[in-house]
């Protein structure tokens, strides 16, 4: 399967505990995205690289989450002392570099955290 | 902020009848596209249209774009019970920025057998 993989696919935690997420984009890929989706709601963007550089962070991504991608293929994303309104369904997309006109991101199946 | 809106939030439709659904956003844009989402998975780019295209089609999919209103709208013909899903338009987060893109609340679509 070459698609984007998303670890673990379901996460329950304790409220103040840490936890860290991993996607693995499609190979070829240079761009990676990260989404936080909530119940109802459509996907709201957190971060993007572009290979390992971290070109644009949400405001939404406060100080307790951070992302990497240290060699420019898979990247991590921690969220330290979680809360509970961190429960949400975790989305990393994957695409070329877009050039004039977009292009279309490949979605992983998503880390859906619960934190009680 | 979410710069596309869905509409309506849910549809529901008997097997074999056409879906539309529309999606509305504020400022301008490059491209646009829809995705879809089945329960509790993640998202499948079904088609992206550029701003100097009017109408473009993929299988039973006809997607419109007026960049005069702001608009797009969602065909889906001839609908299956497996067409049941959320779908989303997904839009640039400004005029000249592609790297990111924001998307709508999504139409909940449930096509009954």
């Known amino acids: 399967d070459t698609g984007v993989s998303q670890d673990p696919r379901h996460k329950i935690t304790k409220r103040g505990q840490n936890v860290t997420f991993r996607c693995d984009p499609i190979?070829?890929?240079?761009?990676l995205y990260w989404y936080r989706q909530t119940l109802g709601q459509g996907p709201e963007f957190l971060t993007y690289?572009?290979?390992?550089?971290?070109?644009?962070k949400s405001r939404l991504l406060s100080d307790r989450f951070s992302a990497e991608r240290p060699k420019g293929s898979f990247s991590t994303l921690e969220i330290q002392r979680t809360e509970q309104g961190d429960s949400a369904m975790y989305l990393c997309a994957s695409s070329l570099n877009p050039g004039t006109g977009g292009s279309e991101q490949y979605f992983g199946p998503g880390t859906r955290l619960t934190v009680t | 902020s979410q710069q596309g809106e869905e509409d309506p939030q849910a549809l529901s439709i008997q097997e074999g009848e056409n879906a539309t659904m529309n999606c509305s956003y504020k400022?301008?844009?490059?491209?646009l596209q829809w995705y879809r989402q089945n329960s509790g998975r993640g998202l499948v780019h079904l088609i992206l249209i550029r701003s100097n295209e009017r109408e473009k089609h993929s299988g039973r999919l006809r997607v419109t774009l007026d960049t005069s209103k702001k608009s797009s709208s969602l065909l889906i013909t001839a609908s299956r019970a497996a067409d049941t899903a959320s779908y989303f338009c997904?839009?640039?987060?400004?005029?000249?920025?592609?790297?990111?893109?924001?998307f709508g609340i999504g139409t909940k679509l449930q096509v009954i057998p």
């Open positions: 997904a839009t640039p987060m400004n005029s000249g920025g592609y790297q990111k893109v924001t």
């Open positions: 400022t301008s844009i490059n491209n």
């Open positions: 690289f572009q290979n390992e550089a971290q070109l644009e």
């Open positions: 190979s070829e890929h240079n761009r």
